[in-house]
């Protein structure tokens, strides 16, 4: 059942890259690139977000004043800081491309069942960037603290609350104490820099098994990108909603699709269903690489074995080191000459790294000393269907 | 592959697995053209495959070119397994390519028993191999296959045939 399923949405998922490949040639195609574009808008915000920072004052009386500083609001007018508001807009729109692009890396990846064998590690580690970037999100709504942020901070409160037995202990930790208090804003300016310097490090995780990763887009897309959100910056400008009342927080929430869709949900949903809902995709998102346990016959041609090295013919050429696209080779000092011509005076020796091995037989056409084969491949049984193919 | 007789596919992991040595061996032993087929270019299942392949087959292109089999004989064809209509498209252009070449060089002299199964294959009709298994459009994300297309044209490849030049 989840198997068709998912073999459905593989269909429609590269059905739809057909149609984007009439319309750009393969090499641009924005959906092979949504690993690249996220990077590119996280620098953005972070590079926006060191110019915010510089201004922020992160404390009730402050705070909203601070910002109709940067985007140079009423009060200030031209004393505003130049290029402040163009500043906020590229944080505000980079920060929607950001989630709107992982979401897309996400389900593509899910689609394609790209989360096999030892792939599961990125997948983690995806889940992971994926929780914290929406953290950091919410929080950047409140560090406004406006109208919005305080409903925000209240909708917040009342959600962690609903949670049995830790539930206050949680809120109380995460807003400094009971309520609204002098801590609130520090807190989040912190929780709005710490995790987003932890995706980097989340990041690190993402990539450690890839080779030659895909970082950055093709440059058309890079220039899109940032061109869409330099235009939508001026066009529709970011702007705060009215300050924060000190009385009771408003009924209504201007939302930003993107990010405060948990909150759009309370309004259907009690805070508790909503702390079960997130605890449940959360979880299931962790488990989705352990999901299919398939049978060796389902998997059949793809599940071939981990690559065997074959001492006796590897010549430390470093050939299939450099082919592995996720780092399961390594080099190291030979122990011993090889008993071919070629291999006698080998100084390295290859070897797999069972753990990170995808049996995917790249590093089997890599070699041009017949020094890997893939055990339930080997290379006669190729050349035996080669021959059978050629005699009939 | 039904609507192409003359092909056959053998089912691979990924197309990066394709030693370019087993598509020289397949015309070695009486196939009349041999291609690599992977997932669209820069969408790799395996992240490099089909890239790494296509670099390989250029590369053993020039190295057929300096043994005179002609290097229109390999070939990389590169589509995923959602349109099936053009990939069979592909398949015959490639196919039909390889029928209007002119016949292949005798086997080397200097090698007289080139394979095991060699003579069979040389001495047995055209090397034309009637199809089952559309593997390539059912499973795996992208239908990796090295295929041996041998187009029959009622033309034998005689081991000493008439050699072109």
Known sequence: ?392 | MRDLPNVTLIQVPCSGFVRPAWLEFALRNGADGAFVCGCPLGDCFNRLGNNLIADRVVQMRRRLERQKIQPDRVATIFFGLHDRAEFTTAVREFSDRVAALPAPPPPAVRRPAAGPASPAAAQGAPAAAAQGAPAAAAGSPAPQAVVEGSPDEGRPDAPAGEGEA
Not at chain 1, 145 to 153: E, F, G, I, P, T
Request: aromatic letters at 14%; hydrophobic letters at 50%; charged letters at 15%.
């Open chain 1, 1 to 392: 059942m989840y198997k068709r399923l998912l073999d459905r949405l593989l269909r429609w998922t590269l059905s739809l890259d057909v149609w984007i490949n009439r319309v750009y040639p393969a090499d641009f195609n924005p959906l092979y690139y949504t690993g690249g574009l996220s990077n590119l808008f996280l620098t953005v915000l972070v590079l926006s977000g060191i110019f915010l920072f510089l201004y922020y004052v992160p404390s009730f009386t402050d705070a909203y004043t601070s910002v109709q500083y940067i985007t140079g609001a009423p009060p200030f007018g031209l004393n505003g800081v130049p290029y402040g508001q163009i500043i906020r807009g590229i944080h505000r729109y980079a920060a929607d491309g950001f989630i709107i692009v992982i979401l897309l890396h996400f389900f593509r990846n899910w689609f394609t069942e790209r989360f096999r064998f030892s792939r599961d590690e990125p997948w983690i580690s995806g889940m992971m960037l994926l929780v914290f970037s929406g953290f950091i999100g919410v929080n950047g709504y409140m560090l406004v603290w406006d109208q919005r942020a305080q409903l925000l901070v209240a909708m917040t409160g009342n959600t962690l609350g609903a949670i049995p037995l830790v539930g206050g202990a949680l809120r109380s930790a995460l807003f400094g104490g009971a309520g609204t208090t002098n801590l609130l804003l520090p807190r989040m300016l912190f929780l709005h820099v710490g995790p987003a310097t932890a995706l980097y490090v989340l990041l690190w995780w993402h990539y450690v098994r890839v080779r030659h990763p895909k970082v950055w887009p093709p440059a058309v897309w890079t220039l899109f990108s940032l061109g869409a959100v330099l235009l939508l910056s001026a066009v529709i400008p970011a702007v705060s909603q009215p300050l924060a009342s000190t009385g009771a927080p408003p009924d209504r929430l201007a939302v930003d699709w993107f990010f405060l869709l948990p909150y759009v949900a309370l309004k259907y949903i009690t805070p508790a269903w909503l702390v079960v809902l997130a605890v449940v995709i959360v979880v299931y998102g962790l488990y989705i690489p352990y999901q299919l346990p398939e049978t060796h016959a389902e998997m059949g041609i793809r599940e071939s074995g981990i690559a065997q090295v074959i001492d006796a013919n590897c010549t430390g050429c470093e050939l299939c080191y450099y082919d592995c696209p996720y780092n399961a080779i390594v080099m190291v000092p030979s122990p011993h000459p090889g008993v071919t011509r070629a291999a006698q005076a080998r100084k390295l020796l290859a070897i797999v790294l069972e753990s990170r091995c995808v049996e995917c037989g790249i590093c089997i056409g890599a070699c041009p000393f017949e020094a890997l084969e893939l055990p339930a491949l080997l290379e006669k049984d190729v050349q035996g269907k080669v021959l059978e193919a050629c005699r009939t």
